[in-house]
């Protein structure tokens, strides 16, 4: 290990250019990383993202790699033409490939954790490539706990590292082309912001769905923004069916990253009652903005809301505290407060990244 500054092979699902929460994670988390003093340079390797994007300062972004094969080797390439101090791992299934390729480097190695990906246990050789990792980061306690339930790491090891959220997310006025794109002219908007993908059905709009009748029942003029696109809208757009709300819920299809917060100045409540949060991003958005937040108290949900800090917890199974909470918001019985999210603003997130590294990486 240098006595000096480090290098740093970022080995990345999504990398600058990419969509999704965790991609936006990834490229804050190798924002903070670059200011770190011990840091000289980063070279990132991702499985998906865009190049020709700006990037921070020491930060440097090879072609993006989908074929894991592909990633592989150019990962290899990468590591034996270039000197590297470290090797960070941005997802648990690449572990293995990441704990042979810095151990044949001699680099120290480092393994980011989100959510789902880290609840379950591996086998024999997921958990001796753990053991392998100089640190480990999780974004929330609940990862954490869940990781360290079936892994052999010790406690001190692993560091919960939450999500920012960017400076850009404040109230705003509502877009009056929006409005009249998706028909909101006088009407209460709950909204989510995230992808309809069937592996992630445990975000929980199908709940919300089937909770508008009795909601509407109480509020009559609300309506259910679905913000984002994938492969579970066309059986969501049954359920509404279904449940007798289909012209209550709104589907926006794919929303830019550059309009998110316009969208979310369209609604009167964030709702994502979801099962299996790594953390949730979108809730320190929607917070930032002013809204009150709705979230599930049985996953990494309850970190982002800072235990209720930041917004209402509920049973994400319970419709009942899903119809009260959400009426609650509508009726303005309780109100958001973004000043209580500042605490996961990005000077802070830096300040613990420079620490961790500096203080775990660099010795």
Same mark, same amino acid.
């Given at each position: 290990?240098r006595?000096?500054?480090?290098?740093?092979?970022?080995?990345?699902?999504?990398?600058?250019?990419?969509?999704?929460? #965790?991609g936006?994670y990834?490229?804050?988390?190798?924002t903070a990383?670059?200011?770190?003093?011990? !840091?000289?340079? !980063?070279?990132?390797?991702?499985?998906f993202?865009?190049?020709?994007?700006?990037?921070?300062?020491?930060?440097?972004?090879?072609?993006?790699e989908?074929?894991a094969?592909?990633?592989?080797?150019?990962?290899l390439?990468?590591?034996?033409?270039?000197?590297?101090?470290?090797?960070?791992?941005?997802?648990?299934?690449?572990?293995? %490939?990441?704990?042979?390729?810095?151990?044949?480097?001699?680099a120290r190695?480092?393994?980011?954790?989100?959510? #789902?990906?880290?609840?379950e246990?591996?086998?024999? !050789?997921?958990?001796?490539?753990?053991?392998?990792?100089?640190l480990?980061?999780?974004?929330?306690?609940?990862?954490?706990?869940?990781l360290?339930?079936?892994?052999?790491?010790?406690?001190?090891?692993?560091?919960?590292?939450?999500?920012?959220?960017?400076?850009?997310?404040?109230?705003?006025?509502?877009?009056?082309?929006?409005?009249?794109?998706?028909?909101?002219?006088?009407?209460?908007?709950?909204?989510?912001?995230?992808?309809?993908?069937t592996?992630?059905?445990?975000k929980?709009?199908?709940?919300? #769905?089937?909770?508008?009748?009795?909601?509407?029942?109480k509020?009559?003029?609300?309506?259910y923004?679905?913000?984002?696109?994938?492969?579970?809208e066309p059986?969501?757009?049954?359920i509404?069916?279904?449940?007798?709300?289909?012209?209550?819920?709104?589907?926006?299809?794919?929303?830019?990253?550059?309009? #998110?917060?316009?969208?979310f100045?369209?609604?009167?409540?964030?709702?994502?009652?979801?099962?299996?949060?790594? %953390?949730?991003?979108?809730?320190?958005?929607?917070?930032?903005?002013?809204?009150?937040?709705?979230?599930?108290?049985?996953?990494?949900?309850?970190?982002?809301?800072?235990?209720?800090q !930041?917004?209402h917890?509920?049973d994400?199974?319970?419709?009942?505290?899903?119809?009260e909470?959400?009426i609650?918001?509508l009726?303005?019985?309780?109100?958001?407060?973004?000043?209580?999210?500042?605490?996961?603003?990005?000077?802070?997130?830096?300040?613990h990244v420079?620490?961790?590294?500096?203080?775990?990486?660099?010795?």
């Amino acid at each position: 290990m240098r006595s000096t500054q480090m290098r740093l092979l970022a080995l990345l699902t999504d990398g600058f250019g990419a969509g999704g929460g #965790i991609g936006q994670y990834n490229r804050d988390l190798m924002t903070a990383v670059a200011q770190a003093q011990a !840091i000289e340079k !980063i070279v990132v390797l991702p499985r998906f993202g865009d190049r020709s994007v700006a990037l921070p300062d020491k930060v440097e972004q090879a072609n993006a790699e989908p074929r894991a094969a592909n990633w592989c080797l150019r990962s290899l390439q990468l590591a034996v033409t270039q000197q590297f101090d470290v090797v960070l791992c941005g997802h648990l299934n690449a572990m293995p %490939f990441a704990t042979m390729l810095a151990r044949a480097i001699g680099a120290r190695l480092w393994l980011q954790v989100h959510g #789902i990906e880290a609840w379950e246990q591996r086998g024999a !050789i997921a958990r001796a490539s753990l053991r392998r990792a100089h640190l480990v980061t999780s974004v929330s306690r609940y990862t954490r706990r869940r990781l360290l339930a079936w892994s052999d790491l010790a406690p001190e090891r692993v560091r919960v590292l939450p999500n920012t959220f960017s400076t850009t997310f404040t109230a705003r006025v509502r877009r009056r082309d929006l409005v009249e794109r998706f028909g909101l002219d006088g009407k209460r908007v709950i909204m989510t912001v995230g992808r309809l993908a069937t592996r992630e059905r445990y975000k929980g709009h199908d709940r919300i #769905i089937r909770a508008l009748p009795v909601i509407t029942a109480k509020v009559p003029d609300v309506v259910y923004v679905i913000a984002g696109s994938g492969d579970d809208e066309p059986r969501l757009r049954a359920i509404a069916e279904q449940s007798g709300v289909s012209t209550r819920v709104v589907f926006t299809g794919q929303v830019p990253q550059a309009d #998110i917060a316009d969208y979310f100045a369209l609604a009167d409540v964030f709702a994502m009652p979801s099962l299996g949060e790594g %953390f949730g991003i979108a809730f320190l958005e929607a917070a930032a903005t002013g809204l009150p937040v709705i979230g599930g108290n049985s996953d990494g949900s309850a970190d982002a809301l800072a235990d209720g800090q !930041i917004g209402h917890l509920i049973d994400p199974k319970s419709q009942d505290e899903l119809v009260e909470a959400s009426i609650g918001a509508l009726e303005k019985r309780w109100a958001g407060n973004p000043t209580t999210v500042l605490r996961f603003k990005f000077a802070n997130f830096a300040r613990h990244v420079s620490d961790l590294v500096e203080g775990q990486l660099a010795s």
